[in-house]
């Protein structure tokens, strides 16, 4: 067993939503999970060989609910990536299975930083929607004076368009009372606002302005990781170099990117699971590898990310 993954895990609970949750609609741009395969694992056949098998015969992408042989009640997912590395999970024991063949991620410090940065014109650094993972934040922060030294001009926020205003607001005049409008208005959990607060101010100190990616209108009439897209192409175009911070599902540049998320904007709410084109996978289409930085804050995994920080 390799170490922990959350992508791999997060693939694993997506698997779970699919076998049993009822079959609807699944949103613009959204792929759904095909779980009707006619393979099995065989005996005594190795996790690397099955795999394999798998993916030569089904092709890239996600696909679970695959039988074992000797126990039908046993079941696995397996995930085919375009590089041909594959992720074999099984979905009975909850765990996570085991990740072969993936390109490995160049570790990154703050002191070698610099020398990765150079050359791109933006860089998303991947963090993890979760309490246990605010040093995500702060390696970001510490991460922002070293961005404005090799020429990064803006900072992009996972945050929806809509409070563009109100954080310009606070960037103008960081006072008591703009500080507490920015809590009182933002959607989002304490902590999560403590770590944006953190980064807008080392913006203010960098004179790096922010820009509000998202577009969490239930009307869009795109995807939402299409619209981030467009915003950084706009600081592109201007002349611009964009450093964003974001979820970790958008932070990628495989096809497809399995997102969870909380409730009716995202935020708050029941758990939902989509397969969505990650941001990642945009910017590395429209600009290529060698000005494209994709950074995995939460660890060294073996995904789809150039580059990580453990």
Same mark, same amino acid.
């Given at each position: ?6 992508? #791999?895990?997060?693939?694993? =609970? ?5 076998? $049993?949750?009822? &079959? ?10 095909? /779980?009707?395969?006619? !393979?099995? #694992?065989?005996?005594? +056949?190795? %996790? ?6 798998? &993916? ?5 992408? /996600? ?16 995930? &085919? ?9 099984? %979905?009975?024991?909850? *765990? ?12 990154? *410090? ?28 702060? !390696? ?6 070293? $961005? ?15 409070? @563009? ?13 703009? #500080? @507490? ?10 902590? *999560?606002? +403590?770590? /944006? ?14 820009? &509000? ?18 915003? !950084? ?12 911070? %974001? ?10 990117? +399995? ?7 995202? /935020?708050?709410?029941?758990? @939902? ?5 990650? $941001? ?13 930085? $994709? ?5 060294? =995994? ?9």
């Amino acid at each position: 067993m390799k170490d922990r993954n959350p992508l #791999r895990d997060s693939l694993l =609970y997506s698997a779970l939503v699919v076998m $049993l949750s009822s &079959c609807a609609a699944a949103p613009a741009g959204v792929r759904s999970i095909n /779980i009707s395969n006619p !393979i099995e #694992r065989l005996i005594n +056949e190795s %996790l690397y060989n099955f795999g394999k098998r798998v &993916c030569g015969s089904l092709g890239e992408g /996600i696909h679970p609910m695959i039988s074992d042989v000797q126990d039908k009640t046993t079941f696995y997912q397996v995930v &085919c990536e375009e590089h041909g590395g594959f992720d074999v999970i099984n %979905l009975n024991e909850y *765990t996570a299975g085991e990740r072969f063949d993936y390109p490995q991620p160049l570790k990154l *410090t703050l002191e070698t930083l610099l020398d990765y940065v150079k050359k791109k014109k933006v860089i998303l650094f991947g963090e993890d929607h979760d309490k246990s993972r605010r040093k995500d934040a702060g !390696i970001f922060v510490s991460y922002i004076p070293k $961005l404005k030294e090799t020429g990064f001009t803006h900072l992009g926020l996972e945050i929806d368009r809509d409070y @563009q205003g109100l954080i310009d607001q606070y960037v103008g005049n960081p006072n008591t009372e703009n #500080r @507490q409008r920015l809590f009182s208005q933002l959607p989002y959990y304490q902590f *999560t606002m +403590e770590d /944006i607060l953190m980064i807008i101010n080392q913006a203010i100190r960098t004179g790096m302005p922010i820009v &509000c990616l998202d577009n969490l209108d239930p009307k869009r009439d795109k995807p939402r990781d299409e619209h981030m897209k467009i915003k !950084i192409d706009t600081v592109l175009k201007n002349g611009g170099k964009v450093a964003a911070f %974001l979820g970790g599902a958008h932070t990628r540049w495989s096809k497809e990117s +399995e997102f969870q998320y909380w409730g009716d904007k995202n /935020i708050r709410g029941s758990v @939902q699971s989509l397969l969505i084109k990650p $941001l990642g996978r945009y910017l590395v289409e429209a600009y290529g590898t060698d000005t494209v930085g $994709l950074v995995d804050l939460t660890g060294c =995994y073996d995904s789809y990310v150039f580059a990580c920080v453990e």
